[in-house]
Nanobody, 120 residues
Framework: QLQAFGGGLVQAGGSLRLSCAAS????????MGWFRQAPGKERELVAA????????TYADSVKGRFTISRDNAKNTMYLEMSSLKPEDMAVYYC???????????????WGQGTQVTVSS
């Protein structure tokens, strides 16, 4: 089970930190990712990190502004978001995928979303 939290309202240029806590099965053998979906748009991959914590990947739109990380000892993944823009406003979801599979691909397990609102 995955639970995302940390969303909220922030002004443009501000920062937020999202967290995703995994319970039940350990998340250590799973790649994990952050996705987002804005109203009227398709869900998109924001960032993903391999089961070992290496080889992160980012959407071009967030490179240099967002940082994904994970703490396997705490079964928690993070997304540090800075220099937020109005176009970053969306519901953010965390997800997991077997570590035996490539980092990119369809994710199997999903948490509930957390809303990020960026005011201009």
């Amino acid at each position: 089970q995955l639970q995302a939290f940390g969303g909220g309202l922030v002004q443009a240029g501000g920062s937020l930190r999202l967290s995703c806590a995994a319970s039940g099965r350990t998340n250590r053998a799973y790649h994990m990712g952050w996705f987002r979906q804005a109203p009227g748009k398709e869900r998109e991959l924001v960032a993903a990190i391999s089961w070992s914590g290496g080889i992160p990947t980012y959407a071009d739109s967030v490179k240099g502004r967002f940082t994904i990380s994970r703490d396997n000892a705490k079964n928690t993944m993070y997304l540090e978001m800075s220099s937020l823009k109005p176009e970053d406003m969306a519901v953010y979801y965390c997800a997991a995928r077997s570590g035996n599979l490539p980092l990119n691909g369809e994710y199997t397990y999903w948490g509930q979303g957390t809303q990020v609102t960026v005011s201009s």
